[in-house]
């Protein structure tokens, strides 16, 4: 038997559009209580009005590159939902088309410290909390660009490549806990991130909606197995 869902507890970071806003409501239909956390508090509290409909959500404003505000996030959903039960870790940023030499340090520090120091932060503070209730499950949003490297995209690589391989040394660290850690990895998704745009034309792109099945099934799977890394990747991109 997967998780049973119904009243079980999720944060979900960077949950305002896209494939967090898409989990955080596949979450929401299946019974899970879910706070919503972005940088921005009118976004936030907006998402989570729009969600209300489809379950028990609240809104925090939350800037993960914060330690502080990471911590308080935490004690938020314990205090709001009584402990954590699953953490999202999608939280996400990037620089893309500059090179390594165009790039500032503002820059290149502001996607690490997003993309992987955040995940970090969020992990060091949900675990004690996951541990209490028993058990849970940490999701991170990886990218295939944390295994396939590009020119103009040197930053938001290494903070994926990072943050794969931070992923399978906790998941050695927490499994006798009960607690399983896998990542996913998608290829081109169909969202406003990086400064792209939803439209019909990129109908072959993976969907936000997608990633938040693989979500599901992975907190669907047996406890007994535990699919560490997920890749998913357009089914039928345009022909070259």
């Known amino acids: 038997m997967g998780m049973d869902l119904i009243d079980k507890t999720a944060v979900v970071t960077g949950g305002t559009k896209g494939i967090g806003y898409a989990i955080a409501e596949a ?3 299946n019974g899970v209580k879910v706070l919503l956390c972005g940088r921005d508090k009118a976004s936030v509290q907006s998402a989570a009005e729009r969600l209300a409909v489809h379950g028990e959500v609240e809104a925090a404003e939350c800037d993960v590159r914060n330690e502080g505000q990471v911590r308080m996030l935490f004690e938020h959903c314990a205090v709001s939902f009584g402990g954590v039960d699953i953490l999202i870790n999608n939280a996400g940023m990037g620089y893309f088309g500059k090179t390594v030499e165009e790039m500032t340090g503002d820059e290149f520090r502001q996607t690490l410290e997003t993309n992987l120091f955040g995940v970090f932060y969020a992990c060091h503070y949900a675990i004690p909390h996951l541990k209490h209730r028993g058990g849970g499950y940490i999701i991170n949003i990886s990218s295939l660009a944390g295994q396939n490297a590009h020119p103009r995209m040197a930053a938001y690589n290494a903070s994926k490549f990072g943050l ?54 992975l907190l669907a799977m047996n406890q007994r197995s535990l699919p560490s890394k997920v890749e998913i990747r357009p089914s039928k991109p345009p022909a070259k």
């Open 164 to 217: 794969n391989g931070f992923s399978e040394a906790l998941m050695q660290e927490v499994r006798q806990d009960d607690i399983k850690v896998s990542y996913i990895c998608p290829g081109s998704v169909n969202t406003e991130f990086g400064g792209d745009s939803v439209s019909d034309q990129k109908s072959w792109q993976i969907q936000p909606e997608d990633v938040a099945q693989v979500v599901l099934d």
């Open 27 to 29: 979450l929401l239909k």
